[in-house]
């Protein structure tokens, strides 16, 4: 199954500055997910979003953070205030057309604050 | 606590050399158990999902298992392709996935 594409694939930002990631379906899947993954650590939950709508969202996922589907196919992930910490690789998944839960993953976005 | 402990950490195999990997969980109500392949600089890639104990599911060199309390990842005769970081994860009540810190699998020539 085609997964999902990411923009951009590498994004160098100061501290403090904002930054928006996009995560572009490749067809119109309603359930998605934001996870990240710090350098040599396991992958973390952010948030799911379903139909428009945060459906789960994890302790990380805290009010430097949103989501949107701003025109109903990107869907966005911003960090208003970027902090050193939040240097890591961010991945876009969407569940399988089946249903059963598995979740196919983009290439991801390689944010690194400076 | 972790709820995913995967093991060993990194794994050095020859070529051809079968092994298995272990995943081990502690969450209830386990909606299911998922193994990926992740390559460095990559997304994690999707290779199976098994649901109940005693599933079992197979892709070319790979066969995966389901206990009550642990899933193998077994690999046949492996080649250098195989060379990757296999990340085992699993989801409870709901669809979030809880993963665990991955396998570094490298198989040599």
């Known amino acids: 199954e085609p997964e999902v594409t990411q923009t951009p694939s590498h994004q160098v930002t100061q501290m403090g500055q904002e930054v928006i990631l996009r995560c572009v379906p490749i067809?119109?899947?309603?359930?998605f997910y934001w996870y990240r993954q710090i350098l040599g650590q396991k992958v973390e939950f952010l948030v799911s979003?379903?139909?428009?709508?945060?459906?789960?969202k994890s302790e990380i996922f805290d009010d430097q953070f949103s989501v949107e589907r701003p025109d109903g196919s990107n869907f966005t992930l911003k960090i208003r205030s970027t902090k050193l910490e939040d240097s890591a690789m961010y991945f876009c998944?969407?569940?399988?057309?089946?249903?059963?839960?598995?979740?196919?993953f983009g290439p991801g976005t390689r944010l690194t604050v400076l | 606590e972790d709820q995913v402990t995967q093991s060993p950490e990194a794994l050095r195999l020859q070529e051809g050399e079968s092994s298995s990997l272990n995943c081990s969980y502690t969450?209830?109500?386990?909606?299911?158990l998922f193994w990926y392949r992740q390559d460095p600089g990559k997304g994690p890639e999707f290779l199976f999902t098994?649901?109940?104990?005693?599933e079992e599911k197979e892709k070319e060199r790979l066969k995966a298992t389901l206990t009550k309390k642990e899933s193998f990842l077994h690999i046949t005769a492996p080649k250098p392709e195989d060379s990757a970081t296999y990340l085992c994860?699993?989801?409870?009540?709901?669809?979030?996935?809880?993963w665990g810190a991955g396998t570094k699998l490298i198989i040599k020539p």
């Open positions: 998944a969407r569940t399988g057309t089946g249903g059963r839960g598995e979740q196919f």
């Open positions: 979003f379903y139909n428009n709508e945060i459906s789960e």
């Open positions: 098994l649901y109940s104990a005693g």
């Open positions: 969450v209830s109500g386990l909606r299911g």
């Open positions: 994860a699993v989801q409870e009540g709901n669809y979030q996935l809880i």
């Open positions: 067809s119109n899947h309603l359930y």
